[in-house]
């Protein structure tokens, strides 16, 4: 009768657990920031929710709280955030290489551009006006961050004024606000224009034709 020879028993092979990528910090931030932006703008502070910018992260609320104290601090973080993009992008132009009514043509085309192209840039600061610039007022480096775009707009003037290319009774911080203003409506009152006046403000051409309108109009205002 055969013997049964005994199976040697084996080990069984250690489970490899899958290795942990560290917690990156930064770029949790960074997505928190960019969510937070187009629900902020969508539904504004009182209808935005923690939870939603927490399932589209993949992290949870725990974890933005980590980052931020509250809903209201996130919020503000997330306006220093557009008008830190915005005002970084700026300092790109390089307008001081450009004569000065190109510069100012340069200036105004890229403000409208730039607000075409964000909306929700546009929406959150239409917001915030709701509010009354009440978490503005709370931020400790929006001035701060402002203070480049109207020296840049100063710059050009006053290069104009030595050219003898622009006249000269106009304050730098109203020019600023006039090229805001006409490039802000063009995306803020876009759509209840075009139902009313029954006109695709949104083509490429009604884009071309109203760009170029802009940068006249100012450049014009401004022309000596």
């Known amino acids: ?25 930064e770029k949790s931030l960074a997505d928190i920031l960019e969510v937070a932006t187009a629900e902020f703008a969508d ?9 939603v910018i927490a399932a589209a992260t993949r992290t949870s609320k725990r974890m933005i709280y980590y980052h931020f104290e509250n809903k209201e601090a996130l919020y503000i973080a997330v306006l220093e955030a557009a008008y830190r993009r915005i005002r970084a992008i700026e300092t790109g132009l390089h307008l001081d ?11 105004v085309a890229f403000t409208f551009d730039y ?3 964000n909306e929700p840039f546009i929406r959150l600061v239409m917001n915030e006006n709701m509010h009354r610039g009440e978490y503005l007022a709370r931020s400790s480096i929006i001035q701060e961050l402002n203070v480049p ?55 490429a051409a009604a884009l071309r034709s109203r760009r170029d309108s802009v940068v006249e109009m100012v450049v014009r205002y401004v022309r000596r």
Do not use: W
Request: hydrophobic share 40%.
């Open 1 to 25: 009768m055969n013997e049964t020879v005994p199976l040697k028993a084996t080990k069984p092979e250690a489970r490899r657990s899958p290795a942990t990528r560290p917690y990156d910090a």
């Open 43 to 51: 539904k504004g502070l009182a209808g935005a929710r923690i939870d």
């Open 97 to 107: 290489d450009l004569a000065p009514e190109d510069a100012l043509r340069k200036l």
């Open 115 to 117: 607000q075409h192209d």
């Open 149 to 203: 775009a109207i020296d840049a707009v100063r710059r050009v003037y006053e290069r104009g004024l030595e050219a003898g290319v622009f006249r000269g009774d106009i304050d730098p911080v109203d020019l600023h606000m006039s090229i805001s203003a006409l490039c802000f409506f063009n995306v803020a009152n876009r759509y209840t224009f075009s139902l009313i006046f029954k006109r695709d403000l949104t083509s």
